[in-house]
């Protein structure tokens, strides 16, 4: 029996029960000496579907040298261009450029434009923006 064959029996297997966790990392650990095709097969296959975890592996699996480049590259950018990324909703990374926007205010750098950046964007950013100059101007509440 292929690695593949016996991945997609034991998804059928746990797809109606809970899975056990050895049987887990012993098909987790198995992802890794599949082709891509298998892979993702083995990501859209309905047995995989509802199963956040091995889903989840499976998707690390298939982009592992893409995953964390994204967060890499918003941690290392400069505050304009984060703002410029922030301010297009279409970009994909709003969330993420929000919550290391906020990251930096907290650690004291550029708080000015992240201030005015926050103060253009939604009702939360800007009571997020209200709250952090309330708690610096009156302290701690």
């Known amino acids: 029996m292929t690695d593949y064959k016996y991945i997609i029996t034991q998804c059928r297997k ?9 049987e887990l990392r012993k098909c987790v650990d198995k992802l890794a000496g599949l ?24 998707f690390n699996t298939l982009f592992k ?9 918003i941690k290392e950018a400069d505050i304009k ?8 909703k279409q970009s ?3 969330s993420l450029i ?7 205010y907290k650690d004291g750098r550029d708080k000015q434009e992240i201030i005015m950046a926050f103060n253009h964007a939604t ?5 997020w923006v209200k709250w952090q100059l309330r708690k610096e101007r009156y302290g701690r509440k």
């Open 14 to 22: 746990y797809h109606f029960t809970k899975w056990d966790d050895e």
């Open 35 to 58: 082709p891509r095709q298998e892979l993702t097969a083995l990501y859209y296959s309905r047995w995989v579907k509802d199963d956040k975890v091995f889903r989840e592996s499976v």
């Open 65 to 73: 040298d893409k995953v964390g480049l994204r967060e890499k590259r």
């Open 81 to 88: 261009d984060l703002i410029e990324e922030f301010q297009d």
């Open 92 to 94: 994909g990374n709003v």
């Open 98 to 104: 929000r919550k290391e926007m906020r990251e930096r």
């Open 123 to 127: 009702k939360n950013d800007q009571s």
